[in-house]
C-alpha cells in the first residue's frame, strides 16, 4: 500500500533534492505554496503531517470525499519591507490561495480528525473496520 501512496508523491527525478528544487529560487516557489508533506500509514489509520508556517487556522480548509483528501489554504499579501524606491534585497514568502490532494482508500470518514500546532497541520484518518467497496451490486427483480 505504501508504494501506491508514494506515486506522484515523489518528484521527476525521484529523491533528488538537487533536480527536484533545481530553480525555485529563481521562480519565488516557497514551501508553504508546496505544501511539504510527510504521509504515515499504521494498520488502524494513516497521519498526514503539512508544514503551513504562517497561516491563519482560519484560513485552512481540509475536506475528505470519494477516497480523497483536499487540504486548501491562502496566506493573505503582507507588506514589504522595502525602502522608499522599493529595493528588496531578496523575497522569499508568497501568498495567495493553494491546495493539494491525497489518494487514501478505506478511510473511516466519520471519524477523521484534525489539528493545526505551530505551523503544521496533522490530520489522522482512521481505516473503516469492514471493507469498503465502491462496487454495489443491484438485484434485478
Known sequence: MA???????NGLFGNDDFFNSFGHPFFNMSDVKEMRTDVAESDKDYTVAIDLPGIDKKDIHADFKDGVLTVSAKRDSFSDDADSNGNVIASERSYGRFSR???????????????????????TLPKATKEISDNHTIAIN
Do not use: C, M, W
Request: aromatic residues 10%; without cysteine.
Open 3 to 9: 508504494n501506491e501512496l508514494t506515486r506522484g508523491f
Open 101 to 123: 490532494q491525497y489518494q487514501l482508500p478505506g478511510v473511516d470518514e466519520q471519524n477523521v480528525s484534525a489539528k493545526y500546532d505551530d505551523g503544521v497541520l496533522k490530520i
